[in-house]
């Protein structure tokens, strides 16, 4: 079974400041990981996601994550904050091996950007 | 349409009554997805069809629970004796072919449920 930890349920930063949004997961198989941001009022928004081949990926809005294999973890980053990204992030996998319709999902990190 | 569209928003149900969300995915979209978020959490899934076929139906937590989508576009989750536990969002997703790792799956903006 495939399990999704982010390490930081809440994440206040500073307009312009560099952002680290953490996620662990737990398979004894390879996975797809993926990140989803989700603003206020609206739906789940795809970021990037990891299939295959170079470990870092680099998704819309300026974000970028890195696939570490031998830590299992898929950080999230962002060189320079806006206020604009304040919103609750998911990571999420799913087994390569399931129909593709079940995603694992964390419990989601709310980051609040502060001018 | 030019997203996936939930219907009604919010729902207010009284325990024990039976609810149905409907879910409308974009125009031609193969694969269509039902996820439960409760508050604070992640969203959990549901069910899974492709066309009007149900592939996955794991994730409903009761037999309470029951998904179709008879004609292979709109889709109706329907709770039957809803209790308190299924206070949550409901999501729908949808996707033009496959899962979440072929092509981008797209989220509407869910249906609040509250059973009080």
């Known amino acids: 079974a495939q399990s999704v930890t982010q390490l930081d349920s809440q994440v206040p930063v500073f307009e312009e400041a560099p952002v680290e949004l953490r996620c662990n997961y737990s398979s004894s198989v390879s996975v797809y990981l993926f990140w989803y941001v989700q603003y206020p009022n609206q739906g789940l928004q795809l970021l990037l996601k990891y299939l295959s081949g170079s470990t870092l990926v680099k998704g819309i809005n300026g974000f970028e994550a890195e696939f570490n294999k031998s830590q299992t973890s898929f950080h999230l980053r962002k060189p320079s904050v806006h206020i604009s990204d304040t919103a609750e992030y998911f990571c999420a996998v799913s087994p390569p091996y399931n129909q593709g319709g079940k995603l694992i999902f964390g419990q989601g990190t709310e980051l609040s950007v502060k001018p | 349409g030019a997203g996936v569209s939930q219907s009604p928003r919010y729902k207010v149900a009284k325990r024990g009554q039976d609810v149905a969300l409907r879910c409308d995915p974009i125009?031609?979209?193969?694969?269509l997805f039902w996820y439960q978020q409760a508050l604070g959490q992640g969203p959990e899934f549901l069910t899974y069809f492709q066309n009007e076929a149900q592939l996955d139906k794991s994730g409903l937590p009761s037999d309470r629970f029951f998904a179709e989508r008879p004609e292979g576009s709109v889709s109706t989750l329907k709770i039957q004796r809803t209790q308190q536990e299924d206070s949550a969002v409901y999501l729908c997703?949808?996707?033009?072919?496959?899962?979440?790792?072929?092509?981008?799956?797209?989220f509407g903006q869910g249906t609040r449920l509250t059973v009080v």
């Open positions: 997703a949808s996707s033009l072919e496959g899962g979440f790792m072929n092509t981008e799956a797209f």
């Open positions: 125009s031609g979209h193969v694969s």
